[in-house]
């Protein structure tokens, strides 16, 4: 049964450091990985996907790797502000359905 | 474009109600899901769709009840309320098993 892991559960930094949010799955057999961002009574916003085929996938700010055989995750957040203050979540597509399994998430949180 | 929408944001059941959560997607997406976040668990699948006339059961499917009449709407019934049943709900859809999930805003339960 596949499982994702988020490493650490939480994390505090002060504005403008570079930081590293972790994610690992037990199984390899993935077709893609999600990253999202929720905060506090919201919905989950996608912020960067990347299919099983890719290495990494860029977004302003963000950067997110994949190395399915070692079935780790990592995202990558240059100059952190205020304003990226959220719970982080992972999450792995290994079925057809396109359902996704989800690790418990890194809460981050960045003081001015 | 609203992409996923959910009502209600927000219910109080009393133990042993029933109630249909609603969620309808304008993306002409042909998979739908259903997910619960509960504290410390992360989310777990409860119920999805492949297309309409199709669902299938999640991680956790017992309490709930779905249909699937059309591409836009994947209502989620609550047959017999219970207090483990206290959760935030969220709707999601996507492409493909290969595509992007997006999500709903959730409905955030308490059954009492």
């Known amino acids: 049964k596949q499982e994702v892991t988020q490493i650490p559960a939480a994390l505090s930094v002060p504005e403008g450091e570079n930081l590293v949010l972790n994610c690992s799955f037990t199984?390899?057999?993935?077709?893609?990985l999600q990253w999202f961002r929720q905060d506090p009574g919201k919905g989950l916003t996608s912020l960067l996907l990347i299919q099983s085929s890719q290495r990494e996938q860029t977004s302003g700010r963000l950067n997110a790797s994949l190395d399915k055989s070692s079935g780790r995750s990592t995202l990558y957040i240059a100059a952190s502000q205020p304003g990226d203050s959220a719970t982080y979540l992972c999450?792995?597509?290994?079925?057809?359905?396109?359902?996704?399994?989800f690790g418990k998430g890194t809460k981050l949180s960045v003081k001015p | 474009n609203a992409g996923v929408t959910q009502t209600p944001k927000f219910q109080v059941l009393k133990t042993g109600q029933s109630m249909t959560l609603q969620c309808a997607q304008d993306?002409?997406?042909?998979?739908m899901s259903w997910y619960r976040q509960d504290p410390g668990m992360g989310l777990r699948l409860i119920h999805y769709s492949v297309g309409a006339g199709i669902t299938d059961q999640g991680e956790v499917p017992n309490g709930y009840n779905v249909s699937r009449s059309t591409t836009e709407d994947f209502p989620l019934r609550l047959l017999s309320a219970a207090p483990s049943q206290t959760s935030v709900y969220f709707c999601?859809?996507?492409?493909?098993?290969?595509?992007?999930?997006?999500f709903g805003q959730g409905t955030r339960l308490t059954v009492v």
């Open positions: 199984d390899s057999a993935i077709y893609n």
């Open positions: 999601a859809t996507t492409r493909g098993r290969g595509s992007e999930a997006f």
């Open positions: 993306m002409n997406h042909e998979y």
């Open positions: 999450a792995v597509n290994q079925g057809s359905q396109g359902n996704l399994i």
